[in-house]
């Protein structure tokens, strides 16, 4: 039975759209290709890490209260340091998103009078209210005496490389942050060689300024990762890329030696750092990590064939179908609340859990627009299992990411253009 057939046999879809989203992948041959390689390369690679720490069953038991002596934990982040470029990484359950991760590396690094540089723009939503940008919230960077600025990128979303070492040594700041993923904004993600460029220009202008990368979405898309370019601290969350789908919580920091254990301080406290924190399932997580690069290779399969297809069906898309990525994200700007709202509807009703649910926009803590959001996860917030975010601002653009199974990811944009079609949103176009 070929997939038309399978799809058919359960699900009712739009026969013009099942043929224009078989155009639509076999245009995406290369680029699919391409994805299939890197996921190779990265699969070894974790391989490789896990056999170097001499992984066993005994690393997956569980520890209670203070955590001393858990050898598990010491050892999952010492997998972590190797694969991501730093000699030294705190992997901990209780980080409860990447901005928790961003915000404790921060907190830690950052001192009253010290100067944060974004070296790529106004940074990510939620991360802005950390800082203290706009509405400043209780604890927020700014309310301890802690300067803000920012380097905004070109006109094709790109750093200014020149303007960037120029503000690095007029102010000559304590943290530079570099987002890799393109967050709710139009510009495209940062490959790790851009990434490479930033720090060397940071560093040429003030050797003492910490590069801190914000690799949420971005982790195993390509073959090197921030700290293996020079990147001081690398921050992400479990319940993306490294999590594999498994992870139940958690996120990473990983970096130089004498910046993690400053962080450490701030994790648990003074004199404690990261000897202490009871960690159980880890299991999951070792697991959901081994799988991570085949879960990364599905969700950017889904993210290629997702840009292809709606390009086809007349929407703008970012990246194009063959551009290179730095992270899972595909942005579709939809023009319209309605077609929004369709979208995401319709990528809830193909979801695995809560399909029958009905996603509505909402105010969000740290958000500046209402943001609808649509995904029937296992793991509440799981953006690596197949997600949609949407803040409702123009061009009205939804930024789809995960999806830890092609075919899944296949029946859902199926789903979505359906529920365009349903609405009166899309129509076919003979080509």
């Known amino acids: 039975m070929n997939w038309t057939e399978s799809i058919n046999k359960f699900f009712e879809v739009e026969p013009w759209l099942v043929e224009r989203l078989h155009k639509a992948e076999t245009a995406s041959l290369t680029a699919l290709k391409a994805a299939e390689d890197i996921s190779a390369y990265n699969h070894l690679k974790v391989l490789h890490a896990f ?23 010491s050892t999952l982040e ?79 979303g790109l750093p200014q490389l020149e303007q960037i ?31 490479a460029s930033i720090v060397e220009t940071i560093k040429d202008a003030n050797r003492d300024s910490v590069c801190l990368v914000d690799n949420c979405y971005g982790e195993l898309v390509e073959e090197k990762e921030p700290g293996e370019v020079g990147a001081d601290l690398v921050v992400g969350s479990l319940i993306k890329n490294p999590g594999g789908c498994l992870a139940p919580s958690g996120g990473y920091i990983v970096g130089r ?6 962080v450490a301080a701030r994790l648990t406290a003074p004199g404690l750092g990261a000897e202490m924190g009871a960690f159980k399932d880890k299991r999951l997580f070792y697991q959901g990590l081994f799988q991570a690069p085949l879960v990364v ?21 970012a990246p194009l179908p063959d551009e290179p990525r730095g992270d899972i994200v595909q942005c579709i700007s ?28 909402a105010m969000l803590p740290g958000y500046e627009d209402p943001v609808i959001m649509a995904g029937g996860t296992f793991i ?41 079609v349903k609405r009166g949103l899309l129509q076919e176009k003979r080509r």
């Open 51 to 73: 056999q170097k720490q001499g992984v066993n069953e005994y690393h997956f038991q569980d520890s209670t209260g203070y955590g001393y002596n858990d050898l598990g934990r």
């Open 78 to 156: 010492k997998i972590f340091a190797d694969l991501f470029g730093g000699a030294a990484a705190l992997v901990r359950p209780q980080i409860v998103s990447g901005t928790h991760a961003l915000t404790i590396a921060l907190s830690a690094l950052l001192h009253p009078g010290d100067i944060l540089l974004s070296a790529c723009g106004r940074p990510y939503d939620t991360l802005t209210t950390v800082i203290g940008i706009g509405q400043r919230v209780p604890g927020c960077l700014r309310e301890w005496g802690i300067s803000y600025a920012e380097v905004g990128l070109d006109a094709r």
């Open 165 to 195: 070492h120029d503000t690095v040594a007029s102010l000559k700041p304590r943290v530079c942050l570099i987002q890799r993923s393109r967050g709710y904004s139009l510009r495209p993600s940062l490959q790790v060689e851009h990434i």
């Open 257 to 262: 030696e004498d910046l993690i254990e400053q």
């Open 297 to 317: 290779r599905e969700a950017l399969n889904g993210a290629i064939v997702a840009s292809a297809f709606f390009q086809d069906l007349g929407f703008k898309v």
């Open 334 to 361: 939809l023009n319209n609340k309605e077609a929004v709202l369709a979208f995401c509807h319709g990528l809830q009703k193909a979801g695995t859990v809560e399909a029958a649910a009905v996603p509505e926009p």
């Open 380 to 420: 509440q917030g799981s953006s690596i299992e197949l997600t949609v975010d949407a803040p409702l601002r123009p061009p009205y653009p939804v930024f789809l990411q995960g999806g830890q199974a092609y075919p899944y990811t296949r029946l859902a944009l199926l789903a979505v253009a359906g529920e365009l």
